[in-house]
């Protein structure tokens, strides 16, 4: 599939990973639809990402977590575009924390169930939303369509991410049911697992502690949202790619 006047959704798309893929995807010649949590912010991703690309671009507020808003912006979008070829499914949240923390034998805290079910509210819950009422939308449309989800090698297992971890693993699992099931109506699903990954949350972490991140990734360095983007273009424009997730982590294993 080209990008070219292809509509591209990308959740969680006012910064970070999710802003690069729909920058790489204007570039590419697609118009793009962010959605995101707070109003103002989508609305000046929107317009930045517009004047830097020349690239049709609105901006959805939404909370990917609640099923009506999600049903409604994805009808929204196939409405204002006409048409919904790719979606993104990059929104997410971390609230990590050990499930339990014991001093001299005594358990003094647990991974609390709120934590919990924030993180898998958005992680799985809000790419599930995503994902079905993007492609109810593209089979009602009749057109062929690409679903992108952002998983992560902490899908593997990474100590401190309970809640992240088992979010992460779900959508890769669920990608493959996607790729399965949608094929016959023309859309694929598949998904990138990214390593660590330079945005702003890491970029203003103390440098001892981003020492302590990057010297287990055999290339020496935090990956670019660029490179993640990159990845996010290869398999719209690869047909035979489907039911995979592509780990873009620098040779990280967790």
């Given at each position: 599939?080209?990008?070219?006047?292809?509509?591209?959704?990308?959740?969680?798309?006012?910064?970070?990973?999710?802003?690069?893929?729909?920058?790489?995807?204007?570039?590419?010649?697609?118009?793009?639809?962010?959605?995101?949590?707070?109003?103002?912010?989508?609305?000046?991703?929107?317009?930045?990402?517009?004047?830097?690309?020349?690239?049709?671009?609105?901006?959805?507020?939404?909370?990917?977590?609640?099923?009506?808003?999600?049903?409604?912006?994805?009808?929204?979008?196939?409405?204002?575009?006409?048409?919904?070829?790719?979606?993104?499914?990059?929104?997410?949240?971390?609230k990590d924390g050990l499930l339990l923390k014991?001093?001299?034998?005594?358990?003094?805290?647990?991974?609390?169930?709120?934590?919990?079910?924030?993180?898998?509210?958005?992680?799985?819950t809000g790419v599930f939303l995503c994902g079905r009422e993007?492609?109810?939308?593209?089979?009602?449309?009749?057109?062929?369509?690409?679903?992108?989800?952002?998983?992560?090698?902490?899908?593997?297992?990474?100590?401190?991410?309970?809640?992240?971890?088992?979010?992460?693993?779900?959508?890769?699992?669920?990608?493959?049911?996607?790729?399965?099931?949608?094929?016959?109506?023309?859309?694929?699903?598949?998904?990138?697992?990214?390593?660590?990954?330079?945005?702003?949350?890491?970029?203003?972490?103390?440098?001892?502690?981003?020492?302590?991140?990057?010297?287990?990734?055999?290339?020496?360095?935090?990956?670019?949202?660029?490179?993640?983007?990159?990845?996010?273009?290869?398999?719209?424009?690869?047909?035979?790619?489907?039911?995979?997730?592509?780990?873009?982590?620098?040779?990280?294993?967790?």
């Open positions: 599939m080209q990008l070219k006047n292809a509509t591209a959704v990308v959740t969680g798309g006012a910064r970070g990973i999710g802003y690069a893929i729909a920058e790489r995807f204007a570039q590419d010649g697609a118009k793009i639809a962010l959605i995101d949590l707070q109003a103002d912010e989508i609305e000046a991703a929107a317009t930045r990402l517009r004047e830097a690309s020349g690239a049709e671009v609105r901006g959805y507020a939404a909370n990917v977590t609640v099923e009506p808003q999600v049903e409604l912006t994805m009808q929204r979008i196939a409405a204002d575009f006409g048409s919904l070829e790719v979606l993104v499914n990059n929104a997410g949240i971390v014991v001093k001299e034998g005594e358990v003094r805290d647990k991974l609390s169930l709120d934590r919990w079910q924030a993180v898998i509210n958005v992680n799985l993007a492609a109810a939308n593209m089979v009602q449309l009749g057109n062929r369509g690409v679903i992108i989800n952002i998983s992560s090698v902490s899908r593997y297992g990474n100590a401190g991410q309970t809640n992240y971890s088992a979010a992460k693993a779900g959508v890769e699992s669920m990608t493959v049911v996607w790729a399965k099931e949608l094929a016959r109506f023309g859309i694929r699903a598949a998904a990138i697992a990214p390593g660590f990954t330079r945005t702003d949350i890491l970029a203003s972490m103390k440098p001892e502690s981003l020492e302590r991140m990057i010297a287990p990734v055999p290339v020496g360095r935090l990956g670019e949202a660029s490179e993640i983007a990159a990845a996010a273009a290869f398999i719209v424009s690869n047909d035979f790619f489907n039911g995979r997730c592509l780990d873009v982590d620098g040779g990280l294993r967790i």
